[in-house]
Protein backbone atom coordinates (compact mmCIF):
# COMPACT_ATOMS: atom_id res chain seq x y z
CA UNK A 1 0.00 0.00 0.00
CA UNK A 2 1.62 3.73 -0.85
CA UNK A 3 2.53 5.78 2.14
CA UNK A 4 3.50 2.35 4.38
CA UNK A 5 6.41 1.51 5.39
CA UNK A 6 8.04 -2.09 5.67
CA UNK A 7 9.51 -2.93 9.23
CA UNK A 8 11.26 -6.13 10.38
CA UNK A 9 11.32 -6.52 14.05
CA UNK A 10 11.88 -9.98 16.06
CA UNK A 11 9.52 -11.59 18.87
CA UNK A 12 11.75 -11.57 22.84
CA UNK A 13 10.62 -13.44 25.70
CA UNK A 14 13.22 -12.35 27.91
CA UNK A 15 12.39 -8.51 29.45
CA UNK A 16 14.25 -6.47 32.34
CA UNK A 17 17.57 -4.37 32.17
CA UNK A 18 19.55 -7.06 30.82
CA UNK A 19 18.29 -7.57 27.87
CA UNK A 20 17.74 -4.54 26.97
CA UNK A 21 21.52 -3.63 27.47
CA UNK A 22 22.18 -6.46 25.23
CA UNK A 23 19.89 -5.24 22.44
CA UNK A 24 21.33 -1.83 22.36
CA UNK A 25 24.30 -2.98 21.89
CA UNK A 26 23.68 -4.88 18.92
CA UNK A 27 21.87 -1.69 17.79
CA UNK A 28 18.54 -2.69 18.41
CA UNK A 29 16.20 -1.53 21.53
CA UNK A 30 13.36 -3.06 23.11
CA UNK A 31 9.99 -2.32 22.02
CA UNK A 32 6.02 -3.21 22.64
CA UNK A 33 3.11 -3.58 19.99
CA UNK A 34 -0.31 -3.10 22.00
CA UNK A 35 -3.69 -2.10 21.33
CA UNK A 36 -6.82 -3.52 19.23
CA UNK A 37 -7.70 -5.72 21.79
CA UNK A 38 -5.24 -8.08 21.69
CA UNK A 39 -2.33 -9.45 23.84
CA UNK A 40 0.73 -7.20 24.00
CA UNK A 41 3.72 -8.57 22.22
CA UNK A 42 7.44 -7.75 23.17
CA UNK A 43 9.80 -7.08 20.11
CA UNK A 44 13.05 -5.62 19.24
CA UNK A 45 13.35 -3.10 16.80
CA UNK A 46 16.62 -1.96 14.97
CA UNK A 47 17.46 1.57 16.07
CA UNK A 48 18.25 2.60 12.16
CA UNK A 49 14.73 1.64 11.93
CA UNK A 50 13.31 4.16 14.04
CA UNK A 51 14.83 6.90 12.76
CA UNK A 52 14.15 5.84 9.08
CA UNK A 53 10.13 6.35 10.70
CA UNK A 54 11.49 9.40 12.03
CA UNK A 55 12.66 10.72 8.67
CA UNK A 56 9.88 9.86 6.77
CA UNK A 57 7.41 11.94 5.10
CA UNK A 58 4.58 11.34 7.79
CA UNK A 59 6.87 10.73 10.73
CA UNK A 60 5.54 9.24 13.49
CA UNK A 61 2.33 8.93 11.52
CA UNK A 62 3.47 6.85 9.08
CA UNK A 63 1.69 3.66 8.80
CA UNK A 64 3.86 0.93 9.20
CA UNK A 65 3.50 -3.09 8.52
CA UNK A 66 5.51 -4.78 10.98
CA UNK A 67 7.09 -8.17 10.04
CA UNK A 68 8.15 -10.55 13.06
CA UNK A 69 8.16 -14.59 12.58
CA UNK A 70 6.37 -14.49 9.74
CA UNK A 71 3.27 -12.41 10.83
CA UNK A 72 2.43 -8.82 9.88
CA UNK A 73 0.97 -6.38 12.18
CA UNK A 74 -0.20 -2.82 11.22
CA UNK A 75 0.69 -0.27 13.17
CA UNK A 76 2.14 3.51 13.93
CA UNK A 77 4.45 4.43 16.44
CA UNK A 78 2.78 5.66 19.37
CA UNK A 79 5.68 6.58 21.65
CA UNK A 80 9.68 6.79 22.40
CA UNK A 81 11.42 6.76 25.56
CA UNK A 82 15.22 8.66 26.08
CA UNK A 83 17.64 7.99 27.75
CA UNK A 84 17.66 11.17 29.84
CA UNK A 85 21.54 11.52 29.57
CA UNK A 86 21.45 11.78 26.05
CA UNK A 87 19.67 11.49 22.72
CA UNK A 88 19.04 8.12 22.32
CA UNK A 89 16.33 6.50 21.85
CA UNK A 90 15.73 3.11 24.39
CA UNK A 91 12.04 2.17 23.78
CA UNK A 92 9.37 2.28 21.78
CA UNK A 93 5.79 1.58 21.78
CA UNK A 94 3.44 0.52 18.77
CA UNK A 95 -0.26 0.91 18.75
CA UNK A 96 -1.90 -1.49 16.27
CA UNK A 97 -4.45 -0.32 13.82
CA UNK A 98 -7.67 -0.48 11.83
CA UNK A 99 -6.82 0.71 8.41
CA UNK A 100 -10.71 0.66 8.36
CA UNK A 101 -11.11 2.40 11.54
CA UNK A 102 -10.63 5.97 12.23
CA UNK A 103 -7.98 7.12 14.72
CA UNK A 104 -6.55 9.75 16.51
CA UNK A 105 -3.63 11.78 15.76
CA UNK A 106 -1.69 14.89 16.50
CA UNK A 107 -0.51 16.63 12.97
CA UNK A 108 2.22 18.94 13.31
CA UNK A 109 1.14 23.16 12.02
CA UNK A 110 3.22 24.93 9.79
CA UNK A 111 3.41 28.86 9.14
CA UNK A 112 3.28 29.84 5.19
CA UNK A 113 4.31 33.71 4.45
CA UNK A 114 5.23 36.52 6.70
CA UNK A 115 2.89 38.30 8.21
CA UNK A 116 2.01 42.36 7.37
CA UNK A 117 2.24 42.91 11.51
CA UNK A 118 5.85 41.63 11.46
CA UNK A 119 6.97 42.42 8.15
CA UNK A 120 5.20 46.26 8.09
CA UNK A 121 4.17 46.98 11.62
CA UNK A 122 6.86 45.59 13.51
CA UNK A 123 5.47 43.68 15.55
CA UNK A 124 5.98 40.40 17.18
CA UNK A 125 4.94 36.83 16.04
CA UNK A 126 3.83 34.53 18.57
CA UNK A 127 3.55 30.98 17.73
CA UNK A 128 1.07 29.24 20.48
CA UNK A 129 -0.15 26.13 18.93
CA UNK A 130 2.17 23.87 17.06
CA UNK A 131 -0.20 20.99 16.36
CA UNK A 132 -3.63 19.69 16.00
CA UNK A 133 -5.61 16.71 16.93
CA UNK A 134 -8.02 15.23 14.47
CA UNK A 135 -9.82 11.86 13.41
CA UNK A 136 -9.65 10.26 10.50
CA UNK A 137 -8.91 6.79 8.38
CA UNK A 138 -5.26 6.04 8.60
CA UNK A 139 -4.98 5.85 4.81
CA UNK A 140 -5.73 9.66 5.12
CA UNK A 141 -3.60 11.45 7.62
CA UNK A 142 -2.33 14.43 6.85
CA UNK A 143 1.86 15.32 6.82
CA UNK A 144 0.83 18.87 8.35
CA UNK A 145 -1.70 21.64 8.41
CA UNK A 146 -0.21 24.65 6.66
CA UNK A 147 -1.59 28.11 8.52
CA UNK A 148 -1.08 30.98 6.13
CA UNK A 149 -0.25 34.39 8.17
CA UNK A 150 0.18 36.83 5.07
CA UNK A 151 -2.57 38.94 6.07
CA UNK A 152 -2.15 39.31 10.19
CA UNK A 153 -1.59 42.53 11.58
CA UNK A 154 -0.87 43.52 15.03
CA UNK A 155 -3.36 42.91 17.74
CA UNK A 156 -5.02 39.49 14.97
CA UNK A 157 -5.12 35.82 15.70
CA UNK A 158 -5.94 32.79 14.33
CA UNK A 159 -7.72 30.29 15.85
CA UNK A 160 -8.47 26.76 15.01
CA UNK A 161 -11.96 27.27 13.80
CA UNK A 162 -10.81 29.34 10.97
CA UNK A 163 -8.97 26.31 9.64
CA UNK A 164 -10.51 24.26 6.79
CA UNK A 165 -10.16 20.11 6.42
CA UNK A 166 -11.67 17.93 4.43
CA UNK A 167 -15.17 16.04 4.98
CA UNK A 168 -12.80 12.82 5.81
CA UNK A 169 -11.32 14.39 8.77
CA UNK A 170 -12.29 15.67 12.01
CA UNK A 171 -11.21 18.58 14.21
CA UNK A 172 -10.37 17.38 18.04
CA UNK A 173 -8.81 19.99 19.26
CA UNK A 174 -10.96 23.24 20.71
CA UNK A 175 -12.01 25.50 18.02
CA UNK A 176 -11.50 28.54 20.06
CA UNK A 177 -7.74 27.84 20.96
CA UNK A 178 -4.95 30.26 19.05
CA UNK A 179 -2.93 29.11 16.47
CA UNK A 180 -0.63 31.93 16.21
CA UNK A 181 -0.83 35.73 17.12
CA UNK A 182 0.49 39.36 16.41
CA UNK A 183 1.48 41.53 19.20
CA UNK A 184 2.96 45.23 19.66
CA UNK A 185 6.86 44.88 20.51
CA UNK A 186 7.52 44.63 24.29
CA UNK A 187 9.77 47.16 24.27
CA UNK A 188 7.21 49.82 23.33
CA UNK A 189 4.88 48.59 26.15
CA UNK A 190 7.62 48.58 28.74
CA UNK A 191 8.39 52.67 27.72
CA UNK A 192 4.31 53.23 28.39
CA UNK A 193 4.87 51.62 32.06
CA UNK A 194 7.61 53.83 32.69
CA UNK A 195 5.36 57.08 31.28
CA UNK A 196 2.40 55.83 33.44
CA UNK A 197 5.23 55.26 36.47
CA UNK A 198 6.77 58.57 35.77
CA UNK A 199 3.53 59.97 35.71
CA UNK A 200 2.38 58.62 39.14
CA UNK A 201 5.34 59.23 40.62
CA UNK A 202 5.50 62.73 39.60
CA UNK A 203 1.87 63.46 40.83
CA UNK A 204 3.31 61.55 44.32
CA UNK A 205 6.11 64.40 44.32
CA UNK A 206 3.91 66.95 43.57
CA UNK A 207 1.17 66.30 46.39
CA UNK A 208 4.23 65.30 48.70
CA UNK A 209 5.39 69.11 47.88
CA UNK A 210 1.98 70.33 48.60
CA UNK A 211 1.68 68.44 52.36
CA UNK A 212 5.09 69.68 52.92
CA UNK A 213 4.34 73.58 51.97
CA UNK A 214 0.80 73.10 53.97
CA UNK A 215 2.56 71.62 57.31
CA UNK A 216 5.22 74.56 56.86
CA UNK A 217 2.01 77.00 56.56
CA UNK A 218 0.38 75.73 59.70
CA UNK A 219 3.92 75.67 61.55
CA UNK A 220 4.35 79.27 61.06
CA UNK A 221 0.51 80.15 61.99
CA UNK A 222 1.17 78.45 65.85
CA UNK A 223 4.59 80.62 66.14
CA UNK A 224 2.39 83.60 65.83
CA UNK A 225 -0.30 82.82 67.91
CA UNK A 226 2.41 81.94 70.55
CA UNK A 227 4.17 84.81 70.75
CA UNK A 228 0.92 86.89 70.40
Do not use: W
Not at 72 to 97: C, G, P, T, W
Not at 131 to 160: A, R
Not at 204 to 217: D, I, Y
Amino acid sequence: MKGTMKVNARSREEVGKKIARKLRKEGEIPAIIYGGGIKSIPISIKVDDVMEILKSEKGENTILRITRDKKVVDAMLKELQYDYLSDNIIHADFIRIDLEKPIEVNIPVVIKGESIGVKIEEGIFDFVTRELKIKCLPTVIIKEIEVDVSNLHIGNSIKVEEIEFGEDIMLLSDPDTVICSISTKRVEIEEEVEEEVEEVEEEGVEKEEGVEKGEGEEVKKEEKKEKK
